[in-house]
């Protein structure tokens, strides 16, 4: 359905209720609840679009190790745990078919910065979070750039009611420890904390152990009764190994841990170092509504191994021990071809003015920031790609060569702005635009050549809009409905990546589009009773168009055969469309429950040229063309439920069951191998007493994976791995469940 269509279908749906329905109450003061750098603005009332809110208190008495375990309660979002506790956030399927270092197409905001990390992952202190607002639906009009599904905008601790001592103390399965230290005081016009986690574990993968440890805290000033300025950073170093992936589901059944069947990760020991700083203003201007200033700079310093694949020679071009199937490096277990070595820096300025009124909300932004990203790739042996002679198509890679020196700037424009109109007592109209000026530029420090780019620069301009109804059937029920747009610009890869036909030329492409998307949504919000219980309900129905979708001529992570043109071209298109459904009591209550029912379908408009190699490794390897056009987009489950429950046994002692199902999935865009669906149950326990002395107790247990149900955490298909010239089940590279899991702790607050 076109979206004119949608949009005028949810305008006849709100006549027609308004006819329904003649008494509604007066709405409070129309307010724009819409930021970039603050979340204090928080209801839900009179907002078009879909959005859930969790607060930091739900997040502590999780007691998660990652934010999967987390998300897992919003309904449409997929949280894939990717490394350790990294995650990669997807949003009503969208980029399901993506598992490199590719941005996720969610807007991740952390304290009103636009987090981008170069391996699209998000690492983020779970100890330290006030609250967690999702957004769904194309959200570029507020965030900008790769905001394609959505937005989760993170805000960390902060506040008088971090004031004190506090301590804790996990051990969990598979050598897991935690240690937690915080300290807070207030005082006067002065708020702050600072805290200290430390968190490592051998895992259940073989070469799997990970670490991390984090710095973090806030300071706050009150300048006046009308303003206050605060300080917030954030270190991070982490190391992980292994993913613990196996190639095939008999490797997955024999081998889960990856410790015999000798397949390995593409990439290895990841080392990450993140800094983050910011500074946030804010004044109340009275009755010129408020303002807010937020200044920010996020390093990112990551290094890893990768590409376990090629034949190792001599520096001479001879096969190190003298016969090539020895040489082939699946042998070698921990030899990788490549060191990379990477380096983000991203600063910026925001500014946001707000005033409510009567009938008119406004809200003006300004966004200006400025990103660079260094990455150098050095070889670590001398290497083939092939088991053949030493030729121009297969040539010796010498250690040492720097293979990689590229540095990418993106320079952004931006100015947003949002108008709410009450348009009559019980319906509220939402305006938003946004224009972005983005200038991409290129350098590669490498020296000129054939097929080298070394340098080059593009600007994009693009609009980005919101238009969205909000009706109030009761006080207690309104329908909302938005169409909304979202773009990704191309990375500097496929701006001026080194594309070379089979004559030589080079086809770089500066003329790529950004990726377009168009998310049309309407839903239902009401507060009601079921025999006697109170519930908060939200339903919505939505479809995401995405158009000039990039995608490789040579295919996606593939080697394209000889005699294909690769170019990065607007060759593609995704469609995601569902309902999702969250059903919420109060946790205050002796039981409570909640749901989050998903339902997806997502599948490719347009994805014609898509080449799989097949065959055995150290040879020219021969590929077969595949269009995917109508598939299903993969590791996307059609149907998704999170079903809790909690029963609280007395004030201090609580129970909460959990379970996590969905259908079956396939693992590839060319939808030949189909795993099966699942169900997961977790439990888990608190127990909280305050002392005579005011110390505060608290203790909890939680057990994942109750049942120790075998399943798979990811799994990828792209190619003929195990070299036999057929694609199936065993080729695609798996990652196991590491089966039940538990995890106790003691936090002790003063």
Known sequence: ??????????????????AVYAEVS??????????????????????????????????????GRNITEILE????????????????????????????????????????????????????????????????????????????????IITTKRGAKMAGVTASAEKGSFGYNKYLARAGFSKGDWVGHVQTTKAYAADYYDQGAYSRQYWDGKLQYLIDESSDVSFGFEQSVRAKDSHGTVTGVTNAWLDPRSA????????????????KMNVNYAKDLGAAGNLMVAAYQYLDHTTYKSNPSGFLRTAGGAFLNGTSAASNMANFKDTYVSLNDGNQTQQGIKSEWRKGGEKVGLMAGLDIRKDQDRTLATNLVSYTTRSTAITPGNPLNLAGAISANNLVTTKTNAIYGELKWEATDPLTLTLNARYDDIGAGYVSNLPAGAGKITSGQTTFRVWSERLGANYALTPDREIYANLSTGFRVPTATQLYGSTITPTGAVLANPNLKPEQALNQEIGLRAKSELFGIALDTDVAVYQIDRKDF?????????????????????????????????????????????????????????????WMTMGPRGAPLPSVLYNNTGHVVPRSPKQKINLSGRYNYSEVWSFTAEVNAQTGLYADEVNVVWIGGRSVANLSTNYELKSAGGVKWSLFGRVDNLF????????????????NGVYNA??????????RVWTAGLTVAF
């Not at 359905?1 to 308004?18: E, Y």
């Not at 015999?260 to 170092?273: E, H, I, M, P």
């Open 550 to 610: 990039i995608l490789n001529t040579g295919g996606q992570y593939q080697t394209s055969p000889a005699g294909i043109t690769e170019q990065y071209q607007n060759i593609g298109g995704v469609r995601n469309r569902g309902v999702e459904l969250a059903v919420k009591t109060d946790s205050k209550n002796t039981w409570s429950g909640n749901v989050a029912y998903t339902y997806l379908d997502a599948k490719f408009t347009r994805n014609d040229t898509y």
């Open 708 to 723: 120790d149900r075998f399943y798979y955490t990811t799994i990828r298909g792209g190619s003929d791995s195990d070299g």
């Open 730 to 739: 065993n080729d695609p590279s798996i990652t196991v469940n590491a089966g």
């Open 1 to 18: 359905m076109k979206g004119k269509q949608v949009f005028a279908l949810s305008m006849i749906t709100l006549a027609v209720s308004q």
């Open 73 to 152: 309660s919003i309904p449409g979002v997929t949280a894939e745990l990717q490394s350790g506790d990294s995650v990669k956030i997807e949003l009503r399927g969208v980029e399901a078919q993506r598992y490199m270092g590719e941005k996720p197409g969610v807007a991740i905001v952390i304290d009103g910065v636009p987090v981008n990390e170069r391996t699209g992952r998000v690492n983020i202190d779970l100890d330290n979070i006030d609250s967690i607002k999702v957004i769904k639906g194309g959200a570029s009009y507020l965030f900008g750039e790769d905001a394609l599904s959505g937005a989760v």
């Open 26 to 63: 007066m709405l409070p003061e129309v307010n724009v609840t819409s930021t970039t750098i603050d979340d204090r603005f928080d209801s839900k009332r009179g907002e078009p679009s879909n959005i859930n809110n969790i607060s930091g208190k739900k997040v502590d008495d999780r007691h």
């Open 260 to 275: 015999t069947s000798g397949g390995k990760d593409y990439a290895r020991l990841y080392d990450v170092n993140l800094d």
